[in-house]
């Protein structure tokens, strides 16, 4: 059983071993291993993960058996956007996938936003289980972003949003 928590330093190396099977196992069909490994290299080291951990106004959890990361998440307040909170990282194993990790760690990445009204993420509109995923957790599709995907790769991301107001 996992349970989520608020990661802490000592948990990086572990998402970040997390992160690299995750991505491999979603994006190399659609990037290539050697994009996945350049992106990986530079997105997740410990260093990048250690700033997003220190960064105010987010949260980073994990979900933790007492013996290995299953899961993690990585979500923080708009600059931009009014009481929106940016969902941008939630992964889990592909082995302990469709077990409701992703579930309980988005529903505690959910309660740490209390005044935000909506929450957003991007996904890659080639990922048909992200897509599902967010859709069954009540995120509805509201645009496009054209100047995201794996960083140059010209492919836009899709836009989710899900509203708050009834929590």
């Given at each position: 059983?996992?349970?989520?928590?608020t990661?802490?330093?000592?948990?990086?190396d572990?998402?970040r071993?997390?992160?690299?099977?995750?991505?491999?196992?979603?994006?190399?069909?659609?990037?290539?291993?050697?994009k996945?490994?350049?992106?990986?290299?530079?997105w997740?080291?410990?260093?990048?993960?250690?700033?997003?951990?220190?960064?105010?106004?987010?949260?980073?959890?994990v979900?933790?058996?007492?013996?290995?990361?299953?899961?993690?998440?990585?979500?923080?307040?708009?600059?931009?956007?009014a009481?929106?909170?940016l969902?941008?990282?939630?992964?889990?194993?592909?082995?302990?996938?469709?077990q409701g990790?992703?579930r309980?760690?988005?529903?505690?990445?959910?309660?740490c936003?209390?005044d935000?009204?909506?929450i957003?993420?991007?996904?890659?509109?080639?990922?048909?289980?992200?897509?599902s995923?967010?859709?069954?957790?009540?995120?509805?599709?509201?645009g496009r972003?054209?100047?995201?995907?794996?960083?140059?790769?010209?492919i836009?991301?899709?836009?989710?949003?899900?509203?708050?107001?009834?929590?």
């Amino acid at each position: 059983m996992y349970f989520v928590r608020t990661a802490g330093e000592r948990d990086l190396d572990k998402v970040r071993a997390l992160l690299g099977e995750t991505w491999h196992a979603t994006y190399d069909g659609l990037y290539g291993a050697g994009k996945v490994d350049e992106l990986h290299a530079s997105w997740h080291s410990v260093a990048s993960l250690k700033t997003r951990l220190e960064k105010k106004g987010s949260e980073f959890v994990v979900a933790d058996s007492g013996k290995d990361i299953g899961g993690m998440g990585y979500a923080s307040m708009s600059i931009d956007m009014a009481k929106t909170v940016l969902l941008h990282m939630l992964y889990v194993r592909p082995l302990l996938q469709r077990q409701g990790i992703g579930r309980d760690i988005f529903a505690e990445l959910e309660t740490c936003f209390p005044d935000a009204e909506t929450i957003r993420v991007e996904v890659e509109p080639e990922n048909a289980l992200a897509i599902s995923f967010y859709q069954g957790l009540g995120f509805d599709e509201v645009g496009r972003n054209e100047n995201a995907g794996p960083k140059q790769s010209g492919i836009p991301t899709l836009v989710f949003e899900k509203s708050l107001a009834q929590r």
